[in-house]
Structure formats: C-alpha cells, structure tokens
C-alpha cells in the first residue's frame, strides 16, 4: 500500500476550456497557488486478483463505491506504464472543512497519481506525476507542486504539464477562502469550461487575455508584489466569468453574496487595503492579500456579513508520499 497527501490550489491565471478532451489538453497555460489548508490524502493497494476477476474498489466517505469514470482513467494509464493487470484498492479521504465550499478534484487526482504510481512500482518524476494527474482533472496536474505553478498548455500529451515557479514562497501572501454557499455546484466545471468554449461568442478573447496576462503575473511572483498578483488575478477571474454570462444560453456561478462581497471587496481597497478576489466555478470567493492585513480585512467582512465562515490560507507544499 502507498498513501500520498496532495494539496488543493487555486488559480490566478485560470484555466477553463479544452482544446483536446480526450487528452486533456487546455487552450491556455494557467498559473496556480498550491494552499496548505485543504488536501486530500489517498492510498492505494494492487491486489493479488486480476481486473478481470475482480473490479477496483474504492472507499470514500465511508462506503465503498465503483471508481468513477475519471479514476479509472488515471488507473488504466498505471497499469499501462507498469505492465501490470492488478485489481487496485483505493481509499480516500478530503481534508477539507466540510463548509469550505472548495473543490477538491485537484488534490484528489494529484495523490491518487502519486500515490498509484508508486504503488505499482513506478518512480516517476514531477513531469510524468503532472501529466498523469492531468487524465483525472486539468487542475490536478498543478497539485503535483507546491507554491506558485505553471501549467504549460502543450499541444500533446506529454507536453502538457506544470512546472514550479516559486517554492518556497519567500513573501507573505495569504488566501482567504470565504463560504458563502455549500451547495453542489449546479454546473460542474468540466461542462461549464465546454459550453464556455462552444457557445460564448468572447471564448477567442478569453484565450487571448488569459495568455498575454501570463507574463505579467510571472513577473509579479518573481516581485513578490502581492498587490499586482490580487490585480491581475481578480481581473483574469472575471473575464472567465464573462465566458459564462456571454454563452448563449448564459449561466454564472455567481450568488448574491459573491456580488456582494465583491464590492466589499472594493470598499475595503478605498481604505488603503490591498484586496482582491478571485473565484472559480462554484459562487466562494477567495481574497488574495498580504497576511498583515488579514486581521484589518476579515474584521471588516465580519461586521458586513456576521454569518461569513473563512479560513486563512498560506502557500502549500508539493504531493508527498506519507506511508
Ligand atoms: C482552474 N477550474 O484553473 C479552473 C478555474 C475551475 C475554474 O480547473 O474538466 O476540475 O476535470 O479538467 O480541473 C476546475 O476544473 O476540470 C478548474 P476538468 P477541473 O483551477
């Protein structure tokens, strides 16, 4: 049995459309913060049984379940690189807060990938870890590594992947994710990206800011310049988001509190505060800040919205094997 611990991230240059579906390659490289609140950790066994005399089973919030069709994915291409034809055994378990509204498919794909992988004999590098997560979730191929992230879109299989940009991070930017709604999404990202692509009329534009704020968002990590990294993400956030309003039919994630909060958010940065937020497909907001101005901004959220649940995230570590 091996068990690997992956960490979520969240994107400040996103990504959102496929230019390949079945080989998961996007149209825009993106650029992520890994987070060190949230993670998952997975184990897996290869058992004596074949895959044809017994199915893989996997256990997740206490039952044991069929994988889904996304597991199976990473697991095939497993068993394809280390030859073998093994039943696999996979538990799981999300580190997440119940109510912190984020989406784990990141960590998830990350460690089974490195926790499947290993199990099966292989030792592949970050590169290999990244592309195989890539086959369960886009996202995931960030949560190989920790700090800031780049994925670099590719035009194949096996050069799309993420590469480290920063970690360790030496400077004090912190997320906090807020929780304005724990609802399952209405419409899953992998959907929302695709209707995005094929009926929003902006979708050439998308593509086309997303990729020419890549270089500019480089250059502020490189800064350490907090405010620019808020800017450029709570700009980019917003023209993914402009996607969803221009398809036709239009959708949004976005809640009534996810609005306001936004222009909390603005009212806040009047007062001298470097704030900015940036949400991905589900309607909490994530403020991107520097960590001495957490207390000043999360007292002002407060006395706006007294029910508002957050957590204070700092910059997270690459997947680790754990056992
Ligand atoms: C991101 N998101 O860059 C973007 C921003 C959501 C909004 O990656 O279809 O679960 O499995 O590749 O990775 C969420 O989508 O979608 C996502 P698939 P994934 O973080």
Not at 213 to 238: F, H, S, V, W, Y
Request: proline letters at 6%; charged letters at 15%.
């Amino acid at each position: 049995m091996t068990k690997a611990r992956a960490y979520t991230n969240i994107a400040l240059i996103k990504y959102w459309g496929k230019r390949s579906i079945t080989e998961m390659i996007p149209y825009n490289n993106s650029i992520s913060l890994t987070l060190d609140q949230f993670y998952t950790e997975t184990s897996v066994t290869f058992t004596e049984a074949t895959t044809q005399q017994k199915p893989d089973q996997f256990y997740f919030q206490g039952q044991w379940q069929a994988p889904t069709n996304k597991m199976t994915r990473v697991l095939t291409r497993i068993r394809q690189m280390a030859g073998l034809n093994r039943q696999a055994i996979i538990k799981s378990e999300n580190f997440v807060p119940t109510s912190a509204g984020l989406a784990s498919s990141a960590s998830a794909f990350a460690a089974l990938a490195t926790a499947g992988s290993r199990a099966a004999g292989l030792n592949l590098s970050s590169r290999e870890l990244s592309i195989l997560a890539r086959h369960g979730s886009g996202s995931a191929s960030r949560s190989v590594l920790g700090g800031f992230v780049e994925w670099q879109a590719g035009t194949d299989d096996q050069s799309s992947y993420a590469q480290s940009l920063l970690d360790p991070v030496p400077f004090p930017i912190v997320v906090i994710a807020l929780v304005v709604n724990t609802a399952p999404k209405k419409i899953l990202s992998t959907a929302g990206m695709q209707h995005s692509v094929e009926h929003s009329p902006f979708y050439p534009a998308w593509v086309k800011t997303a990729t020419a704020a890549l270089a500019p968002m480089r250059a502020a990590i490189a800064q350490g310049d907090i405010e620019q990294i808020g800017k450029l993400g709570e700009t980019n956030a917003m023209q993914m988001h402009a996607t969803t309003l221009s398809a036709n039919p239009p959708f949004t994630y976005f809640a009534p509190e996810t609005l306001q909060i936004w222009q909390l958010v603005q009212e806040i940065r009047t007062k001298g505060l470097s704030c900015y937020l940036t949400l991905d497909a589900g309607p909490n907001p994530k403020l991107i800040c520097a960590k001495q101005d957490v207390a000043s901004i999360t007292t002002q959220l407060h006395q706006a919205l007294p029910k508002l649940a957050w957590t204070v995230c700092q910059p997270g570590p690459a997947v680790q094997i754990i056992d």
